[in-house]
């Protein structure tokens, strides 16, 4: 099937985990037999975020695991992760991760792992600045995870000597660079919560990387040359930080550009996939033209309640003006994948927003332009008081075929792989060869 | 758009990963495992596939396959976890464009649980998957022999490989241990170990004509193995193989030594290329496999175990001999 990008064209939670499970068993089932090879997926790549994602994936057994830092196709057997230099790696939670995927009967998922050493790495003085900051908003909280993502990005800009996931290989360096960080941490936040000590840290940060491959850049291509991979992007297109709705954005790259460079400087490229559901949904405050209150009440996530830093999950209706606007800035892809159909069969009275009542016009498309948080933050003003102007919804995959102006790929009927149908010409495994 | 599900505290993952610490590869073994693990099971096996497919239009069939038995001490973990890499090794500098690569493990049919254990060839690393099923024995006869004539049988009987099979080239075939094989495999053992049964015992030489009709076989002697000086066991494997008798000193370069000798025999690469890539490659094996690799390349010369080429001290990999 060759490589595929999986973006997730929303605020996040469409479905890129199970999206990312389905490529990865049936590229399996369709190479099963002999001979070996062919569509089988090799590796799972993670190109932005780090241990605050939770991708949902429901084996057809019903095993549920909720991917962060492995990457969704990890309970098909063979498929590898790789975590790129783009990823903020938390060895802390990753370790609980593995433990939970070998108690659902994972062999050895650590094994399976490969990190790039340029990544950065996530401490626990990270999540807790993030947590004291973020609790210092009060009610202008941003919708963070508290996990200490942003904090991880912002350090390593003003800080050269970031901790990063090589440095777990030389221990007085990385404990002079943990010292630093908490440092920083206490001199910031002289009420913030306790944090463990460097040396604490770094011993457990050392058990990482003596149990976790950490490699160079010369691993990613060898990687693409074994076999098919799949990119995992993390959150979503409007959670962007550049082009997502400022300040209620995340500090990572959520389209495809991530990705991009790492196959540009492979010499390999990949097909574009870009997932939605058949409605509308937000974790965390922020702009949210087509809420419904009533839907929230209706179609609480199953995965996804309201989280202690994050507030409340949201549901609302298809939303083409925000979809289109993610299109433009990620330029576009090669198909998509509608998840959760089942719920929309089940719900005639969703609708599709095609245009937003904004500044007393309609408004059908959202201006776009290089990174400019002014211009981010004025569109955020503006979408804060945007009305949607709706249709019936009708049927799904075909009025978003229409609305978005690209082929359906892939349809999700439910939580698990099985609930899943390729699309009769424009089956996933044809995306690279159309 | 996300969450924190997972618990960052720091004591629990230092302990996590102390606890999983050398669990790893070695799942199924550790597991408390005693018979050979279904996938691996030669028994009733037709042959283990190599195929051409639209994918991968030349393959070439490579089989490693090592001794498993209490002799080898260490050697056979050290295996497990170093040989993943092997894919990644021939790909990367482009030696071997389409390799399929099977894993097996050698044990004793006289008194073994595992005398035999074949995956299947692989074109990606779900050949991890084959090596985390292997058993180890911990144990092992007293005899120095093992039954390598029940692998080469299997290996000349029961593998099909398209790379020799349509375009008429052969594969490669390395078994790495530390003692004799048995003189013949015996007909009572091959019915038992992997089912069928020939007219006769068949004389391993016989085996070794066979195979070397469609691979190309190496004997890789770990020289931290409990047998490696043993003047028989060289003098056994070199009458049977001649100048494909490699000893190792440093069993952390095997991936490195098998991969050269591939992009050797390939016409990929010169020694000194080999050399040079491990080096760009950040591995520190060179001076290992350089010394593994003269040797094959000196077959003229009687092999010595001590023998170092001049200008091959540990700095690193000088040579530039053309096999």
Same mark, same amino acid.
């Given at each position: 099937?060759?490589?595929?990008?999986?973006?997730?064209?929303?605020?996040?939670?469409?479905?890129?985990?199970?999206?990312?499970?389905?490529?990865?068993?049936?590229?399996?089932?369709?190479?099963?037999?002999?001979?070996?090879?062919?569509?089988?997926?090799?590796?799972?790549?993670?190109?932005?975020?780090?241990?605050?994602?939770?991708?949902?994936?429901?084996?057809?057994?019903?095993?549920?695991?909720?991917?962060?830092?492995?990457?969704?196709?990890?309970?098909?057997?063979?498929?590898?992760?790789?975590?790129?230099?783009?990823?903020?790696?938390?060895?802390?939670?990753?370790?609980?991760?593995?433990?939970?995927?070998?108690?659902?009967?994972?062999?050895?998922?650590?094994?399976?792992?490969?990190?790039?050493?340029?990544?950065?790495?996530?401490?626990?003085?990270?999540?807790?600045?993030?947590?004291?900051?973020?609790?210092?908003?009060?009610?202008?909280?941003?919708?963070?995870?508290?996990?200490?993502?942003?904090?991880?990005?912002?350090?390593?800009?003003?800080?050269?000597?970031?901790?990063?996931?090589?440095?777990?290989?030389?221990?007085?360096?990385?404990?002079?660079?943990?010292?630093?960080?908490?440092?920083?941490?206490?001199?910031?936040?002289?009420?913030?919560?306790?944090?463990?000590?460097?040396?604490?840290?770094?011993?457990?940060?050392?058990?990482?990387?003596?149990?976790?491959?950490?490699?160079?850049?010369?691993?990613?291509?060898?990687?693409?040359?074994?076999?098919?991979?799949?990119?995992?992007?993390?959150?979503?297109?409007?959670?962007?930080?550049?082009?997502?709705?400022?300040?209620?954005?995340?500090?990572?790259?959520?389209?495809?550009?991530?990705?991009?460079?790492?196959?540009?400087?492979?010499?390999?490229?990949?097909?574009?996939?870009?997932?939605?559901?058949?409605?509308?949904?937000?974790?965390?405050?922020?702009?949210?033209?087509?809420?419904?209150?009533?839907?929230?009440?209706?179609?609480?996530?199953?995965?996804?309640?309201?989280?202690?830093?994050?507030?409340?999950?949201?549901?609302?209706?298809?939303?083409?003006?925000?979809?289109r606007y993610a299109l433009e800035v990620t330029g576009g892809v090669d198909g998509l994948a509608v998840t959760h159909l089942d719920v929309a069969g089940a719900r005639p009275d969703l609708r599709v927003c095609h245009s937003y009542e904004m500044d007393g016009e309609r408004v059908g498309r959202l201006e776009t332009g290089p990174p400019d948080l002014d211009r981010q933050a004025a569109l955020t003003r503006r979408l804060l008081t945007a009305r949607p102007v709706y249709a019936p919804l009708g049927r799904p995959v075909e009025t978003i075929e229409a609305a978005l102006g690209a082929p359906v790929v892939l349809r999700s009927h439910g939580p698990a792989s099985t609930d899943k149908r390729s699309d009769?010409?424009?089956?996933?495994?044809?995306?690279?060869?159309? | 758009?996300?969450?924190?599900?997972?618990?960052?505290?720091?004591?629990?993952?230092?302990?996590?990963?102390?606890?999983?610490?050398?669990?790893?590869?070695?799942?199924?073994?550790?597991?408390?495992?005693?018979?050979?693990?279904?996938?691996?099971?030669?028994?009733?096996?037709?042959?283990?596939?190599?195929?051409?497919?639209?994918?991968?239009?030349?393959?070439?069939?490579?089989?490693?396959?090592?001794?498993?038995?209490?002799?080898?001490?260490?050697?056979?973990?050290?295996?497990?976890?170093?040989?993943?890499?092997?894919?990644?090794?021939?790909?990367?500098?482009?030696?071997?464009?389409?390799?399929?690569? =099977?894993?097996?493990?050698?044990? +004793? $049919?006289? *008194?073994?649980?595992?005398? @035999?254990? !074949? %995956?299947?060839? &692989?074109?990606?690393?779900?050949?991890?998957?084959?090596?985390?099923?292997?058993?180890?024995?911990?144990?092992?006869?007293?005899?120095?022999?093992?039954?390598?004539?029940?692998?080469?049988?299997?290996?000349?009987?029961?593998?099909?490989?398209?790379?020799?099979?349509?375009?008429?080239?052969?594969?490669?075939?390395?078994?790495?241990?530390?003692?004799?094989?048995?003189?013949?495999?015996?007909?009572?053992?091959?019915?038992?170990?992997?089912?069928?049964?020939?007219?006769?015992?068949?004389?391993?030489?016989?085996?070794?004509?066979?195979?070397?009709?469609?691979?190309?076989?190496?004997?890789?002697?770990?020289?931290?193995?409990?047998?490696?000086?043993?003047?028989?066991?060289?003098?056994?494997?070199?009458?049977?193989?001649?100048?494909?008798? =490699?000893?190792?000193?440093?069993? +952390? $370069?095997? *991936?490195?030594?098998?991969? @050269?000798? !591939? %992009?050797?025999? &390939?016409?990929?690469?010169?020694?000194?290329?080999?050399?040079?890539?491990?080096?760009?490659?950040?591995?520190?094996?060179?001076?290992?496999?350089?010394?593994?690799?003269?040797?094959?390349?000196?077959?003229?010369?009687?092999?010595?175990?001590?023998?170092?080429?001049?200008?091959?001290?540990?700095?690193?990999?000088?040579?530039?001999?053309?096999?």
């Amino acid at each position: 099937m060759g490589h595929v990008i999986v973006v997730d064209l929303g605020f996040g939670d469409a479905g890129k985990g199970t999206v990312v499970d389905h490529l990865c068993r049936t590229a399996a089932l369709r190479a099963g037999g002999r001979p070996p090879t062919s569509n089988k997926v090799t590796a799972v790549v993670r190109f932005n975020g780090g241990a605050q994602a939770a991708h949902n994936v429901v084996a057809p057994d019903g095993r549920h695991h909720t991917f962060a830092q492995f990457g969704s196709g990890t309970f098909t057997p063979g498929v590898r992760t790789h975590l790129s230099r783009f990823m903020l790696v938390d060895p802390l939670a990753l370790a609980a991760e593995a433990e939970h995927l070998r108690a659902l009967g994972v062999p050895d998922p650590l094994g399976r792992l490969t990190v790039d050493g340029e990544a950065l790495l996530t401490t626990p003085y990270h999540r807790a600045a993030n947590r004291a900051r973020e609790s210092a908003r009060g009610a202008a909280r941003h919708g963070s995870c508290g996990m200490g993502i942003g904090e991880t990005a912002s350090y390593a800009l003003a800080h050269d000597d970031a901790p990063r996931a090589g440095d777990c290989l030389s221990p007085a360096r990385l404990r002079r660079r943990l010292a630093a960080v908490r440092d920083w941490y206490r001199a910031a936040f002289p009420g913030g919560e306790d944090v463990p000590d460097a040396g604490a840290c770094a011993e457990a940060f050392t058990a990482f990387a003596e149990r976790v491959r950490i490699v160079g850049p010369g691993h990613l291509p060898a990687l693409l040359r074994t076999g098919n991979v799949v990119f995992e992007g993390a959150q979503g297109v409007l959670l962007d930080e550049w082009h997502g709705f400022h300040p209620y954005t995340t500090w990572s790259t959520t389209t495809f550009a991530n990705a991009e460079t790492l196959l540009a400087e492979a010499g390999a490229s990949a097909a574009r996939l870009g997932v939605l559901r058949a409605y509308a949904t937000r974790h965390g405050p922020g702009p949210f033209v087509t809420e419904d209150p009533a839907l929230t009440a209706d179609l609480p996530d199953r995965h996804n309640g309201t989280g202690r830093w994050q507030g409340a999950f949201r549901v609302g209706h298809l939303d083409a003006v925000a979809l289109r606007y993610a299109l433009e800035v990620t330029g576009g892809v090669d198909g998509l994948a509608v998840t959760h159909l089942d719920v929309a069969g089940a719900r005639p009275d969703l609708r599709v927003c095609h245009s937003y009542e904004m500044d007393g016009e309609r408004v059908g498309r959202l201006e776009t332009g290089p990174p400019d948080l002014d211009r981010q933050a004025a569109l955020t003003r503006r979408l804060l008081t945007a009305r949607p102007v709706y249709a019936p919804l009708g049927r799904p995959v075909e009025t978003i075929e229409a609305a978005l102006g690209a082929p359906v790929v892939l349809r999700s009927h439910g939580p698990a792989s099985t609930d899943k149908r390729s699309d009769h010409f424009w089956t996933p495994i044809d995306l690279s060869v159309r | 758009m996300g969450s924190g599900n997972w618990s960052t505290d720091v004591y629990a993952a230092h302990a996590s990963y102390r606890a999983s610490t050398g669990a790893s590869a070695f799942a199924y073994s550790d597991g408390g495992a005693t018979a050979v693990h279904p996938d691996l099971d030669p028994r009733g096996v037709t042959a283990r596939e190599s195929r051409d497919s639209a994918d991968h239009p030349e393959s070439l069939a490579i089989g490693v396959l090592f001794d498993v038995t209490g002799s080898m001490g260490t050697v056979p973990r050290t295996l497990q976890a170093k040989l993943p890499d092997l894919l990644g090794l021939l790909l990367r500098k482009g030696y071997v464009e389409h390799p399929h690569i =099977l894993f097996g493990a050698v044990g +004793d $049919a006289t *008194c073994d649980r595992a005398p @035999l254990q !074949v %995956g299947q060839f &692989e074109a990606d690393n779900r050949m991890d998957d084959d090596l985390g099923k292997i058993l180890l024995e911990g144990g092992g006869g007293g005899q120095m022999r093992e039954s390598y004539e029940l692998a080469m049988y299997f290996m000349a009987r029961h593998t099909s490989i398209d790379c020799f099979d349509k375009r008429g080239k052969r594969g490669y075939l390395f078994m790495i241990g530390d003692e004799l094989a048995y003189p013949k495999a015996k007909r009572r053992e091959i019915a038992a170990v992997i089912g069928g049964e020939p007219d006769e015992d068949v004389p391993i030489a016989e085996l070794v004509r066979e195979l070397q009709r469609r691979y190309d076989v190496y004997f890789i002697i770990p020289e931290g193995a409990y047998h490696a000086g043993n003047r028989e066991l060289k003098d056994f494997w070199q009458g049977l193989l001649g100048q494909n008798v =490699l000893y190792l000193d440093d069993l +952390d $370069a095997v *991936c490195e030594t098998i991969a @050269l000798t !591939v %992009g050797l025999a &390939e016409d990929a690469i010169d020694l000194g290329e080999g050399l040079e890539h491990l080096a760009e490659a950040g591995s520190d094996a060179g001076a290992s496999v350089s010394r593994a690799l003269a040797r094959l390349d000196a077959a003229r010369a009687p092999v010595a175990v001590s023998s170092t080429p001049p200008g091959l001290d540990a700095s690193g990999p000088t040579a530039t001999t053309r096999l």
